[in-house]
């Protein structure tokens, strides 16, 4: 059994841990929003056809089953609609950290879903992984909107870093962002 619940769920959304079952619903979703996925995402890279699509979500359903990692495809709780995905995993460096990650798809986003499941994910992420002491989202300095919204949920920025370029998009540069756990609930409640 995994370590993750899953299932989360707020009034808004649902998250489902990566079922191949939502496989098509996720592929129409990736394909509507190819060029913003591609232009930041290293797993949109290279072709991508239904049959390669499925052996990556099959891939992080085992990692989800094997706690490698957690992602899930994120849903509207009043549509039922597919409207991205989020992920969590563990780094470790002078301590022990969950990485989150999201992306909503493109006739979706401005509405705010992204920082919602970023908030929902960083206090699953403390309750789930007891182990960790800071959750930590980081993207490439050139994503100006993903980075606006860990400063929306009260992360600090830690500074910017040297990253691999692994999409068109990429800069080579990223900034990362941290939430303390014993700053979360302060965090949290202002929102």
Request: hydrophobic share 40%; with cysteine; aromatic share 10%.
């Amino acid at each position: 059994m995994a370590i993750f619940s899953e299932e989360l769920s707020t009034h808004r959304l649902e998250l489902r841990a990566i079922p191949i079952t939502h496989v098509d619903a996720a592929f129409d979703a990736v394909t509507e929003s190819l060029g913003e996925v591609r232009h930041w995402l290293w797993w949109a890279q290279g072709p991508l056809d239904e049959d390669s699509y499925r052996n990556l979500v099959r891939s992080q359903a085992e990692n989800f089953a094997n706690d490698v990692e957690w992602r899930y495809f994120i849903f509207d709780r009043s549509t039922t609609n597919l409207v991205g995905g989020c992920s969590v995993d563990l780094v470790s460096h002078d301590r022990v950290s969950a990485n989150l990650g999201y992306w909503i798809r493109t006739s979706l986003t401005g509405q705010g879903l992204a920082t919602h499941i970023a908030q929902l994910m960083t206090g699953a992420a403390f309750e789930y992984l007891p182990q960790i002491s800071s959750v930590e989202i980081s993207m490439d300095v050139n994503n100006v909107a993903s980075a606006r919204i860990p400063e929306k949920l009260g992360f600090t920025r830690l500074g910017e870093f040297d990253k691999a370029v692994r999409a068109p998009g990429h800069s080579g540069r990223g900034f990362i962002w941290s939430m303390e756990r014993t700053d979360w609930p302060r965090s949290e409640a202002a929102h």
